[in-house]
């Protein structure tokens, strides 16, 4: 495809009505890690938030890591744990999670946002006590798991202010006597970062469309839905595994105050820039 050089012009040109509504906003971004291990579909997220950050929108990353939390653990001669779906961590795979999270996947993801031209700084729940938790006590013993208790958001605002993209690995802390780090799902640590941000938007980039009525069709994808219609949804089993916590959260976010929530495909070139600087609804909006 060529594109003339009014073409050109014009496309640069409607993005400013979005610079204007964007920046000074913040815009809380969550990539999943199903989404993260391709490579070059990696760089191009982190070409759309370097981009982001420089218009002036304050962009923090949160980011999970499933898979490389996996691959390392059996690299370890240790089968990762299972339980309904979710995952058991006991002591051995906490130490893994803290290394593999908070480590290469972090460092990783600050590194790749500095080639392309951003400015990046790796945090975790333990940097400036961001996430204090507590042991999560409902649903299935999954060990070492945390329930956030809040966000302690100095540190993310003395990042955002000079210009950085704060990237945070969701290891949360214990609080008081408590001195254990957990693992705290990244959806839902997202969501707790962006309503205590007061984001203007929350954006969920993970390996589908998004939200679709058949999983195995991607002609099914929910272009809008309401908060209120998102129970239903995880009731009739439409929604399952991995795409409960996202929707959970986005309701969560939305009811605290996130203007819109947004799951869009990580692995679809620029989903991002097209989503933040475009009007072409991409993905599922949630408000
Ligand atoms: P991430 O690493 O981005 O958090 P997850 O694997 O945790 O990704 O969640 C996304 C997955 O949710 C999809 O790959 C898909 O298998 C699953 N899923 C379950 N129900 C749905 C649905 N109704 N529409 C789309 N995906 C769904
Ligand atoms: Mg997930």
Redesign the pocket.
Known sequence: MTVTDSERAEILAQALPYIKRYAGKTVVV???????VNESARAVVAQDLALMSCVGIRTVLVH?G??EIDATLRRLGKEPEFVGGLRYTDEETMDVVEMVLAGKVNKDLVAVIGRQGGKAVGLCGADGCLLPAHRLEKGPDLGLVGEIEGVNREILDLALGAGFIPVVATVAMGTGDDERLYNVN??TAAAEIAVALGAEKFI????????????SDEGTL?QELRHGEVAS?VESG?????????VRCCVRAVEGGVKRAH?ID?RSPHSLLLEVFSDRGIGTMIV
């Open positions: 969550k990539y999943g890690g199903a989404a993260l999970g499933g898979p990244a959806d969920l980039l993970t390996d589908v469309p998004g939200i679709l009525r058949d999983p929910i949804l439409v929604v399952t595994k991995g795409m409960i916590p996202k799951i990580g």
